[in-house]
C-alpha cells in the first residue's frame, strides 16, 4: 500500500527555518509529480508547493515564494520542504500528497500523508 510519512516539524520564533520530509512507499516514486499542503486550525487546506516527477520543475503559492523551497531525492523515495524565514501565518500541520492527472487539467490527490504539526511563535 502507499504510505506517505512526513517528519520534520516543530516549534520555531518567526524567523526561523525549518526543513521537512516526506518519505514514500508503496509506489514508484520517481514517476509521480508531489505537493505539499498545510492546514491551520479552523481553515481550508492550502496549496503550499508542487515539484514535477523529475525535479526538474516547481511551483509554489505566492505567500511561500521566496522563502519555501520544494525539492526532492527520488533515489530515496524522499520529498523535502525547506522552509526559510518563518512567519506565525506559516502556522498548521503539513501534508505531502501524490498527484493523480485525470483528463484536461484535472488533477487529484489520492494519496496523503498523516501531517506534521508546524508552529511558529514567540
Known amino acids: 500500500q502507499v504510505q506517505l510519512v512526513e517528519s520534520g516539524g516543530g516549534e520555531v520564533q518567526p524567523g526561523g527555518s525549518l526543513r521537512l520530509s516526506c518519505a514514500a512507499s508503496?509506489?514508484?516514486?520517481?514517476?509521480?509529480?508531489m505537493d505539499w499542503f498545510r492546514q491551520a486550525p479552523g481553515k481550508d487546506r492550502e496549496f503550499i508547493a508542487a515539484?514535477?516527477?523529475?525535479?526538474?520543475?516547481?511551483n509554489y503559492a505566492g505567500s511561500v515564494k521566496g522563502r519555501f523551497t520544494i525539492s526532492r531525492d527520488n533515489a530515496k523515495n524522499t520529498l523535502y520542504l525547506q522552509m526559510n524565514s518563518l512567519k506565525p501565518e506559516d502556522t498548521g500541520i503539513y501534508f505531502c500528497?501524490?498527484?493523480?492527472?485525470?483528463?484536461?487539467?484535472?488533477?487529484?490527490?489520492?494519496?496523503w500523508g498523516q501531517g506534521t504539526q508546524v508552529t511558529v511563535s514567540t
Open positions: 515539484i514535477t516527477s523529475s525535479g526538474g520543475s516547481t
Open positions: 500528497a501524490v498527484e493523480r492527472h485525470l483528463k484536461g487539467w484535472n488533477r487529484e490527490f489520492p494519496y
Open positions: 508503496g509506489l514508484n516514486f520517481r514517476n509521480y509529480d
